[in-house]
């Protein structure tokens, strides 16, 4: 007797036996994830810049599509009318980046490199107030690094613009598709 019926897997378990017989797929997105994480460094960062751009862009239009959807469900004209503002902030702002994504990458990696440089300043000020025995150590490590590398990339700006993103979506596609060859081996391993 199965305990699935058409809505789905009720547990981890009875999901994880659903994937098992679906590893080669998920082996082949983690290959072909790794493989486009190569080309993205090895090949033309300011290409993987723009894609990168590009997908920010579409990801804001449909955000800001969605706002203005979720405006016309808005309880009184004061809400309403701040759901619109957003959407049309966020529609504004996702074609700015598809019809220019190298302005758009200047701006988004100002935005970014002091965005690592708060977030590393953050971490090591909560490191301080970790109790003895926590990893603060780590903490403080990693802050430090997000710091280092907000630093570099607001002083070599605006030329950074140009491959930095291009450089984080490689590294990315990079791991995803590592994470995803690793449970497509570990499913295969479990499927016999």
């Avoid at 300011?46 to 955000?63: D, H, K, N, Q």
């Avoid at 758009?104 to 590393?120: D, E, H, N, P, R």
Wanted: aromatic share 14%; proline share 2%; hydrophobic share 60%.
């Amino acid at each position: 007797m199965s305990t699935t019926d058409s809505t789905g897997p009720h547990s981890l378990g009875e999901g994880i036996r659903a994937l098992r017989s679906k590893w080669g797929w998920i082996l082949a997105f983690g290959i072909f994830s790794l493989i486009a994480g190569v080309v993205a460094l090895g090949g033309s960062t300011m290409f993987a810049t723009a894609t990168a751009v590009y997908i920010v862009g579409f990801m804001m239009l449909f955000e800001g599509v969605a706002e203005i959807v979720a405006a016309f469900n808005a309880r009184d004209w004061g809400h309403r009318l701040m759901w619109l503002l957003l959407g049309a902030i966020y529609v504004f702002a996702g074609f700015v980046c598809l019809q220019d994504p190298f302005q758009a990458a200047t701006i988004l990696t100002l935005l970014l490199g002091i965005a690592l440089i708060l977030g590393g300043l953050v971490r090591i000020f909560l490191a301080t107030r970790m109790r003895q025995g926590t990893p603060w150590g780590w903490v403080v490590f990693s802050g430090l690094i997000s710091v280092l590398l907000g630093l570099i990339i607001v002083s070599h700006w605006p030329v950074s613009s140009f491959f930095v993103l291009g450089i984080f979506l490689g590294v990315d596609l990079i791991f995803i598709g590592s994470g995803w060859i690793s449970v497509a081996l570990a499913l295969k391993k479990h499927a016999a």
